[in-house]
């Protein structure tokens, strides 16, 4: 990007912000920007969508957005009995992985793009893959390194010095351990792993509660004390964002890689019973936070605002396996997810406004297999390749907001928020040649909500405007495949926002085109 442009991006921005700012001053100053709201009783519907649009994403919520792509490592004592679930009775001595080397995942997940990665440090059938102090049930009694080994241990190391973010995933269903079904004994239980793990092996930046929960050794179904939980997390790792049974980050709902066609981050929670010395605490929402189902289709629409009685940013991670299953089994080592079936994962979950947890599981060795490296760097590949070139850099970009029209305002990953007027906007590219393109991108500003309810992309066909794309949410990202066109001119038509839509990039690309000529 030229000097010049630069600087004209500045006043631009300036302008822009002005303008918008000076329409919306009340809303944009005095709005206290937090990632929950209340709502009164019997305010209007108006009232309402105003408050939802203005619930933003914690510091910490978006950053862990933008990290995109995230991996999942399924390695425990079923990797070594061939199950997906174990009912916590396999003798430890079976855990024994004679090459494992978590450098060797870390390099692989890092070079396919993953930015954390999370270990099941333990899964349902409550072998702990570190020595704990409160079991023996874990590496400490197996044959692995004569139980002298720490997998936890070494799954950090190896993040560390690749540099990505460490997650940890801990059941709390717990299929061995004699205590689980004792509620109170089995709450003690489960703090003081995670203590030990929060403690013990430097900064942790996810903790994954996973909401399988069944019978106990003694047939007695567990009462789990969440807030507990919470407060552990939260004193330990004040940075750590809290998944699935927790108010950090919602299970997308579904184990396909495929996120919802509309994803709303805002949505209805009821916090009436927060009195004013909760509201001010750091964490509200976790006091009074029940676990529940996330699951239908429709979680943040007008219609479920209608009656909401607080809101909340609660995003969705998208979580997927490479292979059929969670855990490495030999059968499924030709039913590894291509990079073509791994590409439409991206476009449906990162695309559809959500984060993609990935699972690679390593094998018996202990090492990630080669058709999963294989698939991952063609993954990887079709995304540098599909991404690599914003068709829009440099357009002449035009709006029905600005009188004046600019160049390469989204160009170059140097984004400018773009406050729009009313429910409908326009922002149309001109490029300098006719390109063809079968890919658009669109991210909104969601540091000032999530607002974009309905939007179209259309093309000049040297005669008139046709439509190419059509979306409902936007969020962090939206992507959007359709059949090849060529033009010159295309334009973005936000039909239908909650309050001002913020676009913040606009990108334009072409998969499989070759655009050289
Ligand atoms: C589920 C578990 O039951 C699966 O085994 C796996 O860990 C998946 C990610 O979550 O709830």
């Given at each position: 990007?030229?000097?010049?442009?630069?600087?004209?991006?500045?006043?631009?921005?300036?302008?822009?912000?002005?303008?918008?700012?000076?329409?919306?001053?009340?809303?944009?100053?005095?709005?206290?920007?937090?990632n929950f709201a209340i709502i009164n009783p019997g305010e209007s519907i108006e009232s309402i969508i105003e408050k939802?649009?203005?619930?933003?994403?914690?510091?910490?919520?978006?950053?862990?957005?933008?990290?995109?792509?995230?991996?999942?490592?399924?390695?425990?004592?079923?990797?070594?009995?061939?199950?997906?679930?174990?009912?916590?009775?396999?003798?430890?001595?079976?855990?024994?992985?004679?090459?494992?080397?978590?450098?060797?995942?870390?390099?692989?997940?890092?070079?396919?793009?993953?930015?954390?990665?999370?270990?099941?440090?333990?899964?349902?059938?409550?072998?702990?893959?570190?020595?704990?102090?409160?079991?023996?049930?874990?590496?400490?009694?197996?044959?692995?390194?004569?139980?002298?080994?720490?997998?936890?241990?070494?799954?950090?190391?190896?993040?560390?010095?690749?540099?990505?973010?460490?997650?940890?995933?801990?059941?709390?269903?717990?299929?061995?351990?004699?205590?689980?079904?004792d509620s109170p004994r089995y709450n003690e239980y489960f703090t003081n792993l995670l203590t030990e793990l929060l403690?013990?092996?430097?900064?942790?930046?996810?903790?994954?509660?996973?909401?399988?929960?069944?019978?106990?050794?003694?047939?007695?179904?567990?009462?789990?004390?969440?807030?507990?939980?919470?407060?552990?997390?939260?004193?330990?790792?004040?940075?750590?964002?809290?998944?699935?049974?927790?108010?950090?980050?919602?299970?997308?709902?579904?184990?396909?890689?495929?996120?919802?066609?509309?994803?709303?981050?805002?949505?209805?929670?009821?916090?009436?019973?927060?009195?004013?010395?909760?509201?001010?605490?750091?964490?509200?929402?976790?006091?009074?936070?029940?676990?529940?189902?996330?699951?239908?289709?429709?979680?943040?629409?007008?219609?479920?605002?209608?009656?909401?009685?607080?809101?909340?940013?609660?995003?969705?991670?998208?979580?997927?396996?490479?292979?059929?299953?969670?855990?490495?089994?030999?059968?499924?080592?030709?039913?590894?997810?291509?990079?073509?079936?791994?590409?439409?994962?991206?476009?449906?979950?990162?695309?559809?406004?959500?984060?993609?947890?990935?699972?690679?599981?390593?094998?018996?060795?202990?090492?990630?297999?080669?058709?999963?490296?294989?698939?991952?760097?063609?993954?990887?590949?079709?995304?540098?390749?599909?991404?690599?070139?914003?068709?829009?850099?440099?357009?002449?970009?035009?709006?029905?907001?600005?009188?004046?029209?600019?160049?390469?305002?989204?160009?170059?990953?140097?984004?400018?928020?773009c406050l729009q007027k009313d429910n409908f906007s326009v922002i149309e590219f001109e490029m300098v040649y006719p390109?063809?393109?079968?890919?658009?991108?669109?991210?909104?500003?969601?540091?000032?909500?999530?607002?974009?309810?309905?939007?179209?992309?259309?093309?000049?066909?040297?005669?008139?405007?046709?439509?190419?794309?059509?979306?409902?949410?936007?969020?962090?990202?939206?992507?959007?495949?359709?059949?090849?066109?060529?033009?010159?001119?295309?334009?973005?038509?936000?039909?239908?926002?909650?309050?001002?839509?913020?676009?913040?990039?606009?990108?334009?690309?072409?998969?499989?085109?070759?655009?050289?000529?």
């Amino acid at each position: 990007m030229t000097a010049a442009i630069k600087n004209n991006s500045k006043i631009f921005l300036l302008l822009i912000l002005s303008f918008s700012f000076g329409s919306n001053s009340a809303l944009l100053a005095q709005i206290e920007r937090k990632n929950f709201a209340i709502i009164n009783p019997g305010e209007s519907i108006e009232s309402i969508i105003e408050k939802a649009a203005n619930v933003v994403p914690s510091k910490e919520q978006y950053a862990w957005q933008k990290m995109e792509f995230i991996s999942f490592i399924h390695f425990g004592m079923n990797t070594f009995t061939n199950k997906e679930w174990g009912d916590g009775t396999d003798d430890p001595k079976v855990f024994n992985p004679t090459r494992l080397d978590t450098r060797q995942w870390i390099r692989i997940l890092k070079n396919a793009g993953a930015k954390l990665v999370i270990l099941t440090a333990k899964h349902h059938d409550g072998f702990c893959l570190w020595p704990s102090k409160f079991t023996d049930y874990s590496v400490k009694t197996s044959l692995w390194k004569n139980g002298k080994g720490d997998v936890v241990r070494e799954f950090v190391n190896a993040c560390n010095e690749f540099g990505l973010k460490v997650g940890i995933y801990l059941s709390p269903w717990d299929r061995h351990e004699k205590s689980y079904g004792d509620s109170p004994r089995y709450n003690e239980y489960f703090t003081n792993l995670l203590t030990e793990l929060l403690s013990n092996y430097g900064k942790i930046s996810e903790v994954w509660f996973d909401g399988a929960c069944g019978e106990g050794p003694n047939g007695k179904k567990q009462i789990y004390d969440w807030q507990q939980y919470y407060r552990v997390v939260r004193k330990l790792q004040p940075n750590a964002l809290i998944f699935g049974m927790a108010t950090d980050i919602r299970w997308v709902g579904t184990e396909t890689g495929i996120g919802r066609e509309t994803e709303w981050n805002v949505i209805p929670i009821d916090l009436t019973s927060l009195n004013k010395e909760e509201y001010n605490s750091v964490h509200p929402v976790d006091l009074i936070y029940n676990p529940k189902d996330y699951t239908e289709n429709d979680l943040g629409s007008r219609e479920k605002l209608t009656t909401a009685k607080g809101l909340f940013w609660y995003p969705a991670e998208t979580d997927v396996s490479i292979r059929p299953g969670w855990f490495y089994h030999e059968k499924e080592d030709d039913k590894v997810k291509t990079p073509e079936e791994l590409t439409n994962i991206y476009f449906n979950s990162v695309g559809r406004n959500g984060v993609l947890l990935l699972n690679v599981p390593p094998n018996k060795m202990g090492l990630i297999s080669s058709n999963d490296e294989k698939n991952l760097i063609g993954f990887k590949k079709n995304l540098n390749a599909i991404f690599k070139n914003n068709l829009l850099e440099n357009s002449q970009v035009k709006t029905n907001l600005w009188k004046k029209s600019f160049k390469g305002v989204f160009s170059n990953k140097k984004t400018i928020s773009c406050l729009q007027k009313d429910n409908f906007s326009v922002i149309e590219f001109e490029m300098v040649y006719p390109k063809s393109f079968n890919v658009v991108m669109l991210q909104e500003e969601i540091q000032l909500g999530q607002r974009i309810e309905k939007f179209r992309v259309d093309y000049w066909n040297d005669k008139e405007w046709n439509e190419c794309a059509r979306g409902t949410t936007v969020g962090f990202k939206r992507l959007i495949k359709f059949s090849p066109v060529k033009a010159k001119k295309i334009r973005i038509v936000v039909e239908q926002s909650r309050l001002n839509a913020t676009i913040k990039n606009v990108g334009l690309f072409s998969e499989s085109i070759n655009n050289a000529l």
